[in-house]
């Protein structure tokens, strides 16, 4: 097992990374579930896939798990999942020193944070992830939300998790199409400020993803252990070293957007075009030699995930994607910073973007580059 600290000032926590967690759920979880009922949050299939487990972990210790099942999929991150948690957790007497287990990937674990963060002003909250997505990003760092109509993630709070346990057996019961996805965000550390990451997931990728479990475990606590560092620095975003974890999420929000949200485009598959995106309008800008911008988008095309906009079918110009891009929520005072590079694995937060240049960029990709 691996176990990566994340040092934030006053509310430090720990990662754990290893095959077998949720079975021993109780014995990392000492001292933190003080009473005998335990409120759990998951989602139907992860239920299906891991409720006994947890089940038989919690009631071989004397405990009783509360379960609340919810649907799966992203419009569970509703104000109407959201009032009807907090109302289950209140009906509950859930106090602010208990803690609550988010049983599940992004959805479950951004929406039961969240939950977390505004019952009686706060109470605690587990992470138990199981998509490769939620492990190396999501569950780690204390981003919580839930989606408004005018998009994703746009009611939230910074909330911190007491404990992230990371099973690794969990992804085994993935889809192979979801288990890419959440490759993406892998390589995205790489792609930020880790060359040799790249290198290394270059040479060991596919049989990582082919199953390889040594090579996942190295994967995902490597990739924790990037966030942390980030996580600790900038906890709130404030700096811009945080920002920097949002490489490929402008221009994949925009696709996300254009394709309605739905499985045509995972947000993994949106995130890994995205850094193409972002590698080739780095070097259409000068900022990184075309050959680089190439080779992540070999790297992402030979792993199985989108690296060409002109196969999507969209049917849109590049206007029409850049216009998704003035509903994000990091616009500032009317201009997008953009997360760019001046190579592989160095990403840089660009402050000068103008969008009708990015539209004229979109245009190009769209016919075929
Ligand atoms: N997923 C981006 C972040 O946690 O900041």
Request: aromatic share 6%; glycine share 12%; charged share 20%.
């Amino acid at each position: 097992m691996a176990v990566i600290p994340v040092d934030i000032a006053g509310r430090p926590y720990e990662v754990r990374v290893g095959a077998g967690l949720l079975a021993e759920l109780v014995e990392h979880c000492r001292g933190r579930l003080r009473k005998r009922h335990v409120p759990i949050i998951t989602d139907a299939n992860v239920h299906r896939a891991w409720g006994e487990v947890v089940e038989t972990a919690l009631r071989g210790s004397g405990h009783e798990p509360h379960w609340r099942i919810l649907p799966a999929g992203e419009t569970t991150k509703s104000w109407e999942e959201l009032a009807a948690t907090v109302n289950w957790l209140l009906a509950n007497e859930v106090e602010r020193g208990d803690h609550i287990l988010a049983l599940g990937g992004g959805v479950i674990g951004d929406l039961t944070g969240f939950a977390a963060a505004i019952v009686k002003r706060g109470c605690h909250f587990i992470q138990l992830p199981t998509s490769l997505l939620a492990q190396v990003d999501s569950s780690v760092g204390g981003k919580t939300a839930i989606n408004a109509p005018m998009g994703k993630n746009l009611v939230g709070a910074f909330h911190q998790p007491s404990l992230v346990l990371a099973d690794l057996a969990a992804l085994d019961t993935l889809s192979e199409r979801e288990l890419r996805a959440g490759y993406a965000e892998v390589v995205k550390y790489g792609l930020i400020g880790d060359p040799d990451f790249f290198a290394w997931c270059d040479a060991n990728g596919a049989a990582m993803l082919a199953g390889d479990a040594s090579l996942r475990e190295y994967a995902v606590a490597h990739s924790v252990a990037h966030k942390a560092r980030i996580v600790a620095e900038d906890e709130r975003e404030t700096t811009g070293t945080r920002a920097l974890l949002n490489l490929g999420h402008t221009f994949g929000h925009a696709l996300e957007a254009e394709t309605g949200f739905s499985d045509r485009l995972l947000h993994g598959e949106a995130v890994a075009l995205g850094m193409v995106l972002a590698a080739r309008f780095s070097a259409r800008r000068g900022l990184m030699p075309r050959a680089s911008a190439e080779h992540v988008a070999r790297h992402f095309s030979e792993t199985g995930l989108p690296g060409e906009l002109s196969t999507l079918g969209l049917g849109c110009d590049g206007k029409a994607l850049a216009a998704h891009m003035l509903h994000d929520k990091k616009m500032d005072a009317g201009t997008l910073p953009f997360v760019l590079m001046k190579g592989i694995g160095h990403a840089f937060l660009d402050r000068d973007v103008a969008l009708d240049e990015v539209a004229a960029f979109l245009d190009e990709q769209l016919a075929g580059g």
